[in-house]
């Protein structure tokens, strides 16, 4: 098709053909940008943690004043709460993944390294933190029980080099040792040795703090009730029952503390991601929104080009022109102002991505997003401006021999 003619139109209708360019651009823009954000937020919802979440409870107390037996205190507490019905395992932990509050630290290859090799989060399980979590080993084994060891040994023995086991998680043993096998290997906390046994598949990080939520370890350390959760595992169905169930079993051990927290993690996950599930129907809602708002702007710039140009559309049908011909006419229109439109968007969603980098330190938008963008907006701009087209293609070679 000759699109000399429509040219010509479009240079006569400047104010109208540049609104259309410029909302289409505007809506390129933002679109590319927000379904790559959209992307992120989604991909971040969907992470693994690495545990058997659907069937894991918690609970978490504190006491009043001063501890001063914490450590017989949790053992008491574990005892009673391996004995509440319907628990298969329990454990406790000083923290969970997807949770406000991280216990980090730097790891080195070398014990004199200036600069650490990677920032990870430290876990510290007493006996059975494995099994009960549901973690899956994919190389070497669990703590033996002459490993674990008391928090404040544990903080002994690092002020003194003393070497202990960890576990660490699958990316970060291929962080440290990119091609290797790291089990049985070496690396620094400080200048505490600690020495590889076990590799897990995958243990989310509590939060996404320095931009790690893969790179965990695990270390043999008992913690008391003071300083993290109990853990426990149960039937799925089962779940309210059992935390019920600790919950009185931790009063008729102690009365005199305070209950801080009591969940299914499955609910601690939802909580945790909330405001990313909020966002990402935002940014659907705005791309629906500008969508609409775009497809509206050109359904009623065709309508008003076709009810203008009926005389003319009118002597072109007389002249011989098929429906076809009027139809391909409006829809390569369409298809030039978009063009320029989705031009313009691209340069536009690049330099957006580009101020968010540098506002918030986002990652940068892969380029599979502007022609996504692009063909998104060809086919809601063919779409939108098919009524109108074909409007015009019915218009009757007798509308020409009118008189204006």
């Known amino acids: 098709m000759d699109i000399r003619p429509i040219l010509s139109t479009l240079r006569r209708h400047k104010t109208a053909a540049a609104l259309i360019v410029l909302e289409v651009a505007l809506t390129c823009a933002i679109v590319c940008n927000a379904l790559f954000l959209v992307t992120q937020r989604v991909e971040r919802i969907s992470q693994t943690s690495g545990l058997a979440e659907n069937e894991l409870v918690f609970v978490r107390v504190s006491g009043i004043g001063k501890q001063t037996n914490g450590q017989s205190r949790t053992l008491e507490d574990l005892s009673a709460l391996r004995a509440v019905p319907g628990v298969t395992a329990a454990a406790k932990v000083n923290q969970l993944p997807f949770r406000p509050n991280s216990s980090n630290t730097s790891v080195s290859l070398k014990q004199e390294q200036e600069r650490p090799t990677a920032f990870v989060t430290m876990y510290m399980f007493g006996e059975g933190g494995l099994p009960t979590l549901g973690l899956q080993l994919t190389a070497g084994r669990d703590f033996q029980s002459s490993e674990y060891s008391n928090f404040e040994d544990a903080q002994k023995n690092a002020s003194s080099n003393t070497a202990s086991s960890v576990i660490i998680s699958r990316t970060l043993a291929d962080k440290l040792y990119p091609g290797e096998n790291a089990l049985g290997k070496t690396f620094y906390m400080g200048k505490q040795p600690l020495h590889v046994v076990g590799i897990v598949a995958a243990l989310a990080t509590p939060t996404d703090y320095n931009n790690n939520t893969t790179l965990s370890m695990v270390l043999p350390v008992r913690t008391d009730f003071t300083q993290g959760p109990y853990v426990l595992r149960t039937a799925p169905e089962r779940r309210e029952e059992v935390l019920k169930g600790a919950i009185a079993a931790l009063e008729r051990n102690d009365p005199n503390r305070l209950v801080r927290e009591k969940e299914t993690y499955e609910d601690q996950r ?42 003319q559309i009118g002597i072109r049908r007389a002249l011989g022109a098929t429906r076809g011909q009027i139809l391909r006419y409006f829809q390569t229109e369409n298809f030039l102002l978009a063009t320029l439109g989705i031009v313009l968007g691209m340069l536009a969603a ?6 968010l980098m540098n506002l918030y330190e986002l990652p940068r938008m892969p380029l599979l997003y502007l022609p996504l963008g692009a063909l998104l907006l060809w086919a809601l701009g063919q779409i939108a401006v098919f009524g109108p087209a074909r409007r015009a293609a019915a218009v009757p070679p007798a509308v020409a021999t009118r008189g204006t």
């Open 350 to 355: 690049y330099a957006i991505n580009l101020a």
């Open 270 to 311: 939802k909580d945790y991601f909330k405001n990313d599930r909020a966002m990402v129907g935002l940014l659907i809602t705005v791309c629906i929104s500008l969508l609409v708002v775009t497809a509206l702007g050109i359904i009623g710039l065709a309508s008003f080009w076709v009810q203008q140009r009926s005389k």
